[in-house]
């Protein structure tokens, strides 16, 4: 039997593609993408350049949320403590100044007070990952016993904030310094705290009754300045919404630029194996078996 030369190149063409067709149907259901490299889609590929940009600014966006909600609220959590703690010393002010007491009991309240100066001031010591939360934005421990000091303290630290970007357009500040928390100049929580001691060593109701009407004072003060780590909470909570929602829209555009179905991706494989086998069988019938044999692929 003679053979077409002429029908040679073509069934070797219809090979070709076939192979290649078979090919892209694997390398498709083996990663479950459409667009493998650039040149199997540019337009699509071009669009998810930014799509990969966007989302990777996302990952930084939640990471600082989730970083500075983890700051403020033990932050916030540290304000409780300090108000429960300021009450407690607004109570024994107030037993304190009553007139009816002994020295011994003034003694005994006195180092009541004195033990809760020393837990407010280690609450405005606190620290988080090495960084202090009423600091500022200093490395330096914020509060230091100074005898010299008429409050007993030093303050150490500075008096910036520190704000971080959760989003393109939007920030958030996290923390706001002991000198304005701690020891501002109107409501001053170490030095009331270190005065109602000092009344109470003294004995003086008068004296007592003022140094008590100090610390209630910085008790509002302290729980005004609560309601600012309460509103960055409620920022942050909403912009983490926000940004899983956003994750959820460029997950979903990628799927629909780069994915594929893996129905039809697996019916295009099946396809693509009858198409190239067909190929190879009428290539068999056709050209001599030394050159088949160069053509399958070793089994």
């Known amino acids: 039997m003679r053979i077409d030369p002429n029908m040679v190149p073509e069934m070797l063409a219809n090979l070709q593609q076939s192979q290649s067709l078979l090919d892209t149907a694997l390398q498709e259901v083996s990663t479950g993408?459409?667009?493998?490299e650039p040149s199997d889609n540019p337009t699509a590929a071009a669009s998810m350049v930014q799509n990969t940009i966007e989302a990777g600014d996302l990952d930084v966006y939640t990471q600082n949320v989730t970083t500075a909600l983890s700051t403020v609220q033990q932050a916030g959590s540290v304000l409780s403590s300090v108000v429960t703690s300021l009450t407690s010393a607004v109570s024994a002010g107030t037993e304190g100044a009553?007139?009816?007491?002994?020295?011994?009991?003034?003694?005994a309240l006195a180092e009541q007070v004195q033990a809760i100066l020393t837990s407010v001031v280690s609450a405005a010591n606190t620290s988080?990952?090495?960084?202090?939360?009423?600091?500022?934005?200093s490395t330096a421990t914020p509060y230091t016993a100074n005898p010299a000091s008429?409050?007993?303290?030093?303050?150490n630290g500075n008096n910036n904030t520190d704000s971080v970007a959760i989003g393109d357009q939007t920030t958030v500040q996290i923390n706001q310094p002991?000198?304005?928390?701690?020891s501002n100049a109107t409501n001053n929580v170490i030095g009331s705290l270190s005065s109602l001691v000092s009344a109470l060593k003294g004995g003086n109701p008068a004296t007592i009754e003022t140094a008590t009407s100090g610390?209630?004072?910085?008790?509002?003060?302290?729980?005004q300045q609560q309601v600012f780590y309460g509103n960055a909470e409620t920022q942050l909570n909403s912009q983490e919404t926000f940004l899983q929602q956003d994750k959820v829209t460029l997950s979903t555009?990628?799927?629909?630029l780069i994915g594929v179905n893996e129905s039809t991706a697996a019916t295009d494989l099946s396809e693509a194996e009858t198409d190239n086998s067909a190929a190879l069988a009428?290539?068999?019938?056709?050209?001599?078996?030394?050159?088949?044999?160069?053509?399958?692929?070793?089994?």
């Open 33 to 36: 993408l459409s667009v493998n």
């Open 282 to 299: 009428a290539v068999a019938k056709v050209l001599p078996n030394s050159l088949l044999n160069f053509l399958e692929p070793p089994s």
């Open 98 to 107: 009553n007139g009816t007491n002994s020295p011994a009991d003034l003694q």
């Open 215 to 223: 610390v209630d004072s910085a008790l509002n003060y302290v729980s």
């Open 178 to 182: 002991g000198s304005q928390v701690f």
């Open 128 to 137: 988080v990952s090495g960084s202090y939360l009423f600091g500022g934005t």
């Open 253 to 256: 555009q990628a799927d629909n």
């Open 150 to 155: 008429p409050t007993g303290y030093t303050y």
